[in-house]
């Protein structure tokens, strides 16, 4: 499947549904489809990492690298549904998406998603790009990143860099949690992504996701297990208006995220009253 073919789907279907195939190896054998994934990953990476070099990567190719990654998960067994998109389709202008954070999933697949649509770029971390290969792929996509060391020094970067982005007519995708994790936690939802909406004039669309395919690694983080009996859901809210200081918004998006994790079985901690 082509790039123009993935578009047509999201913009005309409003999601996506892996299709129903025979994997008996990915099921039944753990290490076979450890294997497959993330030989496919390394080598989406390689490949992109080459075209870093030349001065070759773009939106174009992060769009491809991302469907590669796409089939990544497929190939190992996972069932992606994604669901929506129709108020990002109907949309004109740049949008700043807000979703919680399970695993590394979503910095590889979720471009595909959105790159559909608009430009767009991500707030990612920057220990994401002293990484070996990946490192100069997320350096050669030029993404926003944050320390996480100094709360203030990360609302300065997010909200300087990030409104200059979609100034430029770019759309802004962030992860507002102190750190990946299978359980919602109300309280470490930070407001950094309403804050940048709301000084950029635009609107916010709430993304719920659930992506525990990919567990957490023993000795690497980001290197973990493969559980092909838990589908990854991704689901999209409608454009959110900011409106007054925000904190109406804010709870807004946490409300849709909550109620469709809760729905996909998620553990959710509620920030108690």
């Known amino acids: 499947m082509d790039p123009n073919q993935f578009r047509?789907?999201?913009?005309?279907?409003?999601?996506?549904?892996?299709?129903e195939r025979p994997l008996l190896l990915a099921h039944h054998l753990p290490g076979w489809r450890i294997f497959i994934f993330y030989a496919r990953i390394a080598t989406t990476f390689l490949i992109e990492n080459i075209a870093g070099l030349r001065g070759m990567l773009n939106n174009e190719r992060w769009l491809t690298a991302s469907i590669r990654c796409i089939k990544a998960v497929e190939s190992a067994g996972g069932r992606i549904n994604v669901?929506?998109?129709?108020?990002?389709?109907?949309?004109?202008?740049?949008?700043?998406?807000?979703?919680?954070?399970?695993?590394?999933l979503e910095t590889v697949i979720l471009p595909s998603f959105t790159l559909a649509f608009s430009?767009?770029?991500?707030?990612?971390?920057?220990?994401l790009r002293h990484y070996p290969i990946i490192g100069r792929v997320m350096k050669g996509f030029n993404l926003i990143a944050v320390y996480r060391k100094n709360p203030r020094d990360d609302l300065k970067i997010v909200l300087n860099?990030?409104?200059?982005?979609?100034?430029?007519?770019?759309?802004?995708?962030?992860f507002p949690q102190a750190t990946r994790s299978t359980v919602f936690d109300e309280k470490n939802f930070n407001t950094l992504g309403v804050k940048l909406a709301r000084k950029a004039g635009v609107p916010v669309v709430p993304i719920a996701l659930k992506t525990d395919f990919h567990g957490n690694g023993r000795w690497v983080k980001d290197i973990g297990p493969l559980n092909p009996d838990l589908p990854l859901y991704f689901k999209f809210g409608k454009p959110m208006t900011v409106v007054g200081n925000g904190h109406a918004t804010h709870q807004r998006v946490v409300e849709f995220i909550t109620q469709n994790l809760k729905s996909w079985g998620a553990e959710i901690n509620k920030n108690p009253a």
């Open 119 to 127: 430009d767009v770029t991500f707030i990612i971390k920057d220990e």
């Open 161 to 174: 860099e990030g409104y200059d982005r979609i100034r430029q007519g770019c759309s802004v995708v962030i």
């Open 83 to 104: 669901s929506g998109l129709e108020g990002v389709n109907g949309h004109n202008g740049p949008l700043v998406y807000i979703a919680n954070h399970m695993s590394i």
């Open 8 to 19: 047509q789907i999201l913009r005309t279907e409003y999601g996506y549904q892996s299709p």
